[in-house]
């Protein structure tokens, strides 16, 4: 018997390709149920849809665009499970009067890595299905947003115009493209959209399920599904940063079914195909594991990008979170350390009197007038890379005796009798007193400040005063998009000992306090550690806001030292 199952398979054997545990377990489950007469294993529709797809889908995303589409072995393989097994006593009658028996495989799980085609083979499934599928047939795109569900809806689109450039075959409106020889159409839906319910969907794709912190899309289609003789159901992700989000139960399920360990109905129903790694230690040793998450490693994705992408890894924490999650699906919690004690904790002292007359970057972080506020300054010498910081606390004198504060390893009386912390009388901190301490900087030693960052809020009366001293400040608004850069910029600069902070004690404090928040785009952001306000930040974030400014500014500061 010709397949692509086994073609894959023995091409996996003979190490040709290189595969993981997860998929290897399923493609001998799959190969044993090839013999069990519960099932059939008829390829026919199967190369039906690949024949399509190989001669009339024209590929639309660059430097490919525009080419026939050539699918690869795993491609196939994937395919042909998805569309051969048949249940052996369930039949249906199709729209075209022809008793057919059921597909085995309703739900369908691709977990994938980026840039591996994902997207463009469903959505070439999803306009062959329209075409060569069922007559009257609803095909939906979905995604957790609509952004998500145009990709595969817009590529869809790109298909259908190569293929019927003057719309005699098709047509799209606002609301679906039409398939007028099936009398199918195809449209999308996302998490944000309303009414999801109410629906009679044959065929659906969603995408980049990681992202969602609740299954409603998912059920939403599938209970429009349940009047169908024949659905599928194609989800298609990478893994993710949200924590017990709809990802990891279906992912659970899906490994319960490849070990054995769920023999229930839905469980028959469901294909898991998931391309993961063995471990993380091979990833960072042996580049052959990396086609174990990339089956288009070499053919679409280029190594020298992974290769690239890994380096990026090595010498960043958001960037070593992302790539893991993104490019070899290894679960990653979305918040974690952002430094380890050796990155920040190293002997490196100066003396500020070294710095008199020189010109000085500034951030402060205000926080609440009735919490901590720093404020620093960055200093640089010429052709010297390092970046000497010199910083100053503000705390209300309510704050001295907080036991939280002190089971999390703060010690306000002994930083203020080292005069690194300014203990304010009352409630709440003068903010005014963070502008003094930069005027005093300028009357003391010279050292004129050229802008100093700050975030919006509680600054108003700050701002007054530096307006007042004639000092020039700039927005920083604290998120991840603005802070990302500077953060990455920060850690690199600290792992290569090129911040000399003097072995501030409060700056020790909050730097080993800080976590770091990633996003699905992996932009990362400074964060306290949930539930533990105590453990204070400021010092961390102020560092932060102070390479953005330098990250802004480095050509006119560079210039302008002596």
Same mark, same amino acid.
């Given at each position: 018997m010709s397949s692509y199952l086994l073609e894959y398979r023995e091409a996996i054997r003979r190490g040709e390709i290189v595969a993981g545990n997860e998929l290897i377990t399923e493609l001998d489950n799959l190969i044993a149920d090839m013999n069990d007469p519960h099932y059939i294993y008829d390829t026919t529709d199967a190369e039906m849809r690949m024949d399509f797809m190989e001669n009339c889908i024209r590929l639309t995303k660059s430097p490919f665009y525009g080419k026939p589409m050539k699918l690869m072995l795993w491609q196939k393989a994937f395919i042909e499970v998805v569309f051969s097994f048949k249940m052996a006593n369930e039949t249906y009658t199709d729209s075209f009067g022809m008793e057919k028996h059921v597909d085995r495989f309703q739900k369908i799980v691709l977990l994938i890595a980026r840039k591996n085609t994902k997207s463009e083979t469903c959505s070439a499934l999803g306009l062959t299905e329209s075409i060569i599928g069922n007559e009257g047939a609803d095909i939906v795109c979905?995604? &957790?947003? /609509?952004?998500?569900? &145009?990709?595969?809806y817009d590529a869809?689109?790109?298909?259908?115009?190569?293929?019927?450039?003057? =719309?005699?075959?098709?047509?799209?409106?606002?609301?679906?493209?039409?398939?007028?020889g099936t009398n199918s159409k195809i449209f999308k839906i996302s998490d944000r959209t309303r009414n999801k319910e109410g629906r009679n969907i044959d065929?659906?794709?969603? /995408? =980049?399920?990681?992202?969602?912190k609740t299954n409603v899309i998912l059920k939403s289609i599938e209970q429009s599904q349940s009047l169908k003789d024949n659905p599928k159901l194609i989800i298609i992700t990478t893994e993710g940063f949200v924590n017990d989000g709809a990802l990891d139960e279906i992912l659970k399920n899906c490994r319960e079914i490849i070990n054995g360990e769920d023999d229930s109905i839905s469980a028959e129903r469901t294909l898991p195909w998931l391309?993961?790694?063995?471990?993380?230690?091979?990833?960072?040793?042996? =580049?052959?594991?990396? +086609?174990?998450? &990339?089956?288009?490693?070499g053919t679409v994705k280029k190594y020298s990008y992974l290769r690239t992408q890994i380096d990026l890894a090595r010498k960043s924490k958001a960037d070593r979170i992302f790539v893991l999650s993104k490019d070899f699906n290894f679960k990653q919690n979305g918040v974690q350390a952002w430094l380890n004690t050796e990155d920040y904790r190293y002997e490196a002292v100066y003396d500020i009197e070294d710095f008199r007359g020189a010109v000085c970057l500034g951030a402060v972080d205000l926080s609440e007038t009735t919490d901590m506020t720093s404020a620093k300054i960055l200093l640089m010498k010429k052709n010297d890379k390092t970046k000497y910081i010199y910083q100053h606390y503000w705390i209300p004198e309510s704050k001295l005796e907080n036991a939280d504060d002190k089971q999390a390893g703060a010690k306000y009386q002994e930083w203020a009798k080292a005069g690194l912390l300014t203990i304010c009388?009352?409630?709440?901190?003068?903010?005014?007193?963070?502008?003094?301490?930069?005027?005093?900087l300028y009357k003391e030693y010279h050292i004129r400040l050229y802008k100093c960052g700050y975030d919006v809020k509680f600054s108003k009366?700050?701002?007054?005063?530096m307006d007042e001293y004639g000092f020039e400040c700039e927005l920083v608004i604290q998120n991840k998009i603005t802070l990302s850069n500077a953060m990455k910029l920060c850690e690199a600069d600290l792992k290569a000992r090129l911040?000399?902070?003097? +072995? &501030?004690?409060?700056?020790?404090?909050?730097l080993g306090n800080a976590v770091m928040e990633v996003d699905s785009m992996g932009n990362c952001q400074a964060v306290k550690v949930a539930g533990q306000p105590?453990?204070?930040i400021d010092g961390a974030v102020t560092l932060i806001i102070l390479y953005e400014m330098f990250r802004r500014y480095r050509s006119e500061f560079v210039r302008a030292l002596r």
């Open positions: 979905s995604s &957790n947003d /609509d952004t998500q569900a &145009n990709i595969l869809i689109d790109t298909m259908r115009k190569m293929i019927d450039p003057k =719309e005699q075959d098709t047509h799209k409106n606002q609301q679906c493209i039409k398939i007028y065929f659906a794709i969603i /995408d =980049e399920v990681h992202e969602m391309y993961t790694q063995d471990c993380e230690q091979e990833i960072w040793t042996d =580049e052959k594991s990396w +086609q174990k998450a &990339n089956p288009s490693l009388e009352g409630n709440d901190i003068d903010l005014t007193l963070i502008a003094d301490w930069f005027y005093h009366e700050f701002l007054k005063r911040v000399n902070y003097n +072995q &501030n004690e409060m700056d020790v404090w909050c105590s453990r204070r």
